[in-house]
């Protein structure tokens, strides 16, 4: 049974309108597409907001599928130029609710510039202080700036504990070793499938990310995986078996090996008891 940490199901509803879909309307569109991921083995599904109301939507998702998904909460750091005091003050009520069981979408993102520097610093640091007030892991995403990633999380493993995931892992394995050192957790999302010779590193770091820290993910509705990858725009969680059969055999452990330790460090890493 697979675990999909990381999937954007609310980015699947027609969100063009500006009012929020209702829960009648969320729970038709997403049911089948749900169904379909129960089918192909998955177990469970951790849905990151990136915003305050996704955050929100991610929730009533969780609830409007128990025991199958999760939400996170959390300001993304493309988003966090447009975050306000009020929409942090929500998050920081959110961050307690049961259905969240991890503090993110959060991050650092060099690659694009929707958000100054500093201003996502500044985010990426009140994330880190809410997870550890709740106790619930981050959800992290690092694009293109590893080396600010890397000096942030030192200086926070020398303060004090802070648990987490590295999401759809980009880095190299010399970044990710001091990582793993404080104390996060990796996941691997399509990325890992793409055979174009910049991707190829991505590979390497997946070989050497000890077992019992390592996740998959899809990244939904984001990083569609070979060889589906150019035959579909969105991918689903139903294709995460692909991300992970392809892990396993890269790792040269038994399929069904892979998907049981990574759906269990998922239940570990999220408490899901
Ligand atoms: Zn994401």
């Given at each position: 049974m697979w675990f999909d940490t990381h999937a954007h199901l609310y980015l699947l509803l027609d969100l063009a309108e500006s009012a929020l879909p209702d829960r009648v309307t969320i729970e038709r569109e997403l049911s089948p597409i749900l169904q379909k991921a129960k089918e192909e083995g998955v177990r469970g599904i951790i849905c990151p907001g990136i915003d305050r109301s996704t955050s929100e939507l991610a929730i009533t998702i969780a609830d409007l599928f128990p025991s199958f998904v999760w939400a996170a909460v959390g300001i993304h750091p493309n988003s966090a130029s447009q975050g306000t005091e009020e929409d942090w003050d929500v998050i920081t009520q959110l961050a307690t609710h049961p259905k969240v069981v991890a503090i993110g979408e959060t991050g650092l993102d060099?690659?694009?510039?929707?958000?100054?520097r500093d201003q996502q610093v500044t985010w990426f640091r009140r994330h880190i202080e809410l997870s550890r007030h709740v106790n619930k892991p981050l959800i992290v995403h690092c694009r293109d700036a590893e080396d600010d990633m890397t000096a942030i999380l030192h200086e926070v493993a020398v303060s004090g504990k802070c648990i987490g995931v590295m999401h759809a892992c980009a880095a190299r394995w010399e970044t990710v070793e001091q990582w793993l050192d404080f104390g996060m957790f990796v996941s691997f999302a399509?990325?890992?499938?793409?055979?174009n010779k910049k991707h190829l590193f991505v590979r390497e770091t997946a070989c050497r990310v000890p077992l019992e820290r390592l996740l998959i993910e899809t990244d939904c509705p984001f990083l569609v995986p070979e060889p589906l990858r150019g035959r579909t725009s969105v991918c689903l969680p139903s294709n995460i078996a692909l991300t992970g059969t392809f892990l396993a055999k890269l790792r040269n452990v038994p399929v069904p090996d892979l998907a049981q330790v990574t759906s269990a460090n998922a239940a570990t890493l999220f408490q899901l008891g």
């Open positions: 060099w690659f694009r510039n929707y958000t100054p399509g990325s890992v499938t793409f055979s």
